[in-house]
C-alpha cells in the first residue's frame, strides 16, 4: 500500500501510549507496530482495555501521552456492525462505497462473497446478529483500506462466517494490507501470517 | 471518495427519515394540536387570536423541533454508524456528511409544516399577506433553529433522558429567531415592508449552516471519545 510517508513505512505504530479515561489508566505503555502484511492481536482479558486501545488506535479516543502513527485509509469496525437498520443491505452496500475511496469491488460480488444475496432486499433490522455483522463486513470488501483495526470480529458469527473472515484477512494480508485486531479464539490465525502480538494483561504496571 | 457522496449521506437521510415516517407525523400532530388549543382557549377574541397567531405558530414549530431533535442522532449513537461518521479523515468529510445529515432533517420538520401553516392562518384569522410573510420567515428563519437544536442535542448525546435539558439548552438561543420571525409578520400587519426580518433571518441561517457541523462534529468527536 502506498503509505510511504511514515516513518519505516509502518501502517499502524504505537510507541509508549497511555491513555487514561475518566481519572483511570486502562492502557501504561503500549508498544507494538504493524507494517505491511502483519497482523497484530491485542490479546487480553475482559476488561484488560483491548476496545480502548483499538478504539484510540481508530482515532475515535485520545491518548494522553505516547506516539500514534496510522495509515490515512484505515476501516475500524468495533463492537457494533455499523449499519442502518432502515436499510436494505443492497442500500447499505451503496452507502458505505460513500465512506472512503472504492475497491473496485461490485457490490453484487460483495454480497456473493459474504453470502448476502438472499437477502439483499431486506432491511437490516429484521436480520440476525450474524447477519448484521455480515454486513458490516461489506466494508472491509467495498472500500479500499491499508488498515483494518477490528474489535473482537468474531462476535456472532457462525464457522462458515468465521472462515469467510479468515479468507478475507489472508486476502488483505496478501495485498499487502495490515491488520489489529483483538479476539478471544485462536483458531482463525494461519501459520503463514506474520503475526505479532501484544498482550495487555502483562503490560500492568 | 467517490464523486456523489454528498448526495449519497443526503438521500439516505431521507429515505430513512421515509422509512420512518410515522415518527415525522409526531412532529407535525404536535404542532397542530398545539395551535388549535389557542383558538379554542381564546373563543371570540378575534383580535387578539390575529395578533398573537404569528407567535403561536412559531413557538409550536420550535416545540415540534423539539419533538423531532431527539431522533437525530440517537439511532445513529445506537447502530454504531456515528462513530463512522467521524472517522471520515478526508478533510470536510465530516463535516459534509453532518450538513447532508442535518439539511435532510431540516426538510423532514418544516415541509409538512408549511404544508399546514395556511390551514392554522385560517384559524387565527391571519390575512394573506400576513402568511406569505409568516412562510417565508419560517423558510428562511427555520434552519437556525433546526442547526441550534441539532447542537444541543450533540452537547446532550449519550445521556438519557436529556429531554429538559435539551430544552433549557436550545431555548434562549432560538429567542432571536421568534422576536425577528414575529416582528416580520407584525410589520406586514402594520403595512410596511417585511424585508429587512426576512433578510436579517435569512442571513442567520447561512451563518447557523457554515458554523453548526463543524461544531456538531467537534462536540460529538469529544463525546464519544
Known amino acids: 500500500m502506498e503509505e510511504s510517508f511514515l516513518k519505516n513505512s509502518y501502517i499502524l505504530h504505537a510507541k509508549s501510549l497511555r491513555i487514561v479515561i475518566n481519572d483511570q489508566v486502562i492502557v501504561s505503555n503500549a508498544n507494538f507496530s504493524v507494517s505491511a502484511g502483519e497482523i497484530v492481536l491485542i490479546l487480553g482479558a475482559n476488561g484488560s482495555g483491548k476496545t480502548t486501545l483499538l478504539r484510540t488506535c481508530a482515532g475515535l479516543s485520545m491518548a494522553d501521552n505516547g506516539e500514534l502513527q496510522r495509515c490515512d485509509a484505515y476501516i475500524y469496525i468495533g463492537h457494533l456492525p455499523a449499519i442502518k437498520p432502515m436499510l436494505t443491505v443492497i442500500e447499505n452496500a451503496t452507502w458505505m462505497q460513500a465512506f472512503g475511496e472504492n475497491s473496485g469491488y461490485a457490490v453484487e460480488t460483495a454480497l456473493e462473497t459474504l453470502g448476502l444475496t438472499q437477502v439483499k432486499d431486506v432491511l437490516c433490522a429484521c436480520l440476525s446478529a450474524g447477519q448484521q455483522r455480515r454486513v458490516g463486513m461489506l466494508r472491509l470488501l467495498l472500500l479500499k483500506a491499508g488498515l483494518w483495526i477490528l474489535d473482537e470480529p468474531l462476535t456472532s458469527l457462525d464457522h462458515a462466517g468465521i472462515l469467510l473472515l479468515q479468507h478475507l484477512l489472508d486476502d488483505h494480508l496478501a495485498r499487502g494490507g495490515a491488520v489489529a485486531m483483538s479476539t478471544h479464539q485462536m483458531m482463525t490465525m494461519q501459520p503463514h501470517w506474520t503475526i505479532k502480538v501484544f498482550n495487555l494483561s502483562e503490560d500492568d504496571e | ?225
Not at chain 2, 76 to 104: C, I, R, S
Open chain 2, 1 to 225: 471518495m467517490n464523486n456523489h457522496w454528498f448526495g449519497c449521506f443526503f438521500k439516505t437521510e431521507l429515505l430513512i427519515s421515509w422509512r420512518q415516517r410515522g415518527e415525522l407525523i409526531n412532529g407535525l400532530l404536535f404542532f397542530m394540536l398545539v395551535t388549535s388549543l389557542f383558538p379554542l382557549a381564546l373563543g371570540g377574541e378575534w383580535a387578539l387570536l390575529q395578533q398573537m397567531g404569528a407567535g403561536v405558530i412559531w413557538v409550536a414549530a420550535l416545540l415540534a423541533l423539539l419533538v423531532s431533535l431527539e431522533r437525530l442522532l440517537w439511532q445513529d449513537g445506537v447502530d454504531g454508524t456515528l462513530e463512522q461518521l467521524l472517522l471520515l479523515n478526508t478533510p470536510g468529510a465530516a463535516y459534509f456528511a453532518m450538513l447532508a445529515k442535518l439539511l435532510a432533517h431540516w426538510l423532514t420538520w418544516i415541509i409538512p409544516l408549511l404544508l399546514f401553516t395556511p390551514i392554522l392562518a385560517l384559524w387565527f384569522g391571519l390575512t394573506m399577506e400576513m402568511l406569505q410573510t409568516l412562510c417565508l420567515a419560517l423558510l428562511f428563519g427555520s434552519p437556525v433553529l433546526c442547526m441550534v437544536g441539532a447542537v444541543a442535542v450533540a452537547l446532550t448525546h449519550g445521556l438519557a433522558r436529556s429531554g429538559i435539558l435539551l430544552a433549557i439548552l436550545l431555548l434562549p438561543w432560538c429567542a432571536p429567531v421568534l422576536i425577528f420571525g414575529t416582528g416580520a409578520v407584525s410589520m406586514t400587519a402594520m403595512a410596511l415592508s417585511a424585508a429587512p426580518y426576512l433578510a436579517l433571518l435569512a442571513a442567520g441561517s447561512l451563518i447557523t449552516m457554515l458554523i453548526a457541523p463543524w461544531l456538531i462534529v467537534t462536540t460529538l468527536k469529544m463525546v464519544v471519545a
